[in-house]
């Protein structure tokens, strides 16, 4: 098993930026890939950006890319997503998922291993 932890969500004015953590604990050398997801009001949750354990490689979806960043700090088990440049459209709770799977981020479901969320609202 393995536990993912977010932090680091709040309110923001518009333009301005966050960080959320999200550190991992338990079985963390069998994760594969960790994500950052997101669910604004009356919408599905989505995909955002996700981080290849193994390759490093990163992945954004368009609306995001060029203002968030993901990272990971492999000493502490801990994945990052750093977001400049907010409006109001990315208000939201922001979930943290890691998997063992060899699968598309996208994809994940309720076998793999989520946190609890963190609110994000930007103001206008």
């Known amino acids: 098993q393995v536990q993912v932890v977010e932090s680091g969500g709040g309110l923001v004015q518009a333009g301005g930026s966050l960080r959320l953590s999200c550190a991992a604990s338990?079985?963390?050398?069998?994760?594969?890939?960790m994500g950052w997801f997101r669910q604004a009001p009356g919408k599905e949750r989505e995909f955002i950006a996700g981080?290849?354990?193994?390759?490093?490689?990163?992945y954004y979806v368009d609306s995001v890319k060029g203002r968030f960043t993901i990272s990971r700090d492999n000493a502490k088990n801990t994945l990052y997503l750093q977001m400049n440049s907010l409006k109001p459209e990315d208000t939201a709770v922001y979930y943290c998922?890691?998997?063992?799977?060899?699968?598309?981020?996208?994809?994940?479901?309720?076998?793999?291993?989520w946190g609890q969320g963190t609110q994000v609202t930007v103001s206008s």
């Open positions: 998922a890691a998997t063992p799977r060899r699968v598309d981020l996208r994809t994940l479901t309720d076998r793999d291993y």
């Open positions: 981080f290849n354990w193994s390759t490093g490689s990163t």
């Open positions: 338990g079985r963390t050398f069998s994760i594969v890939a």
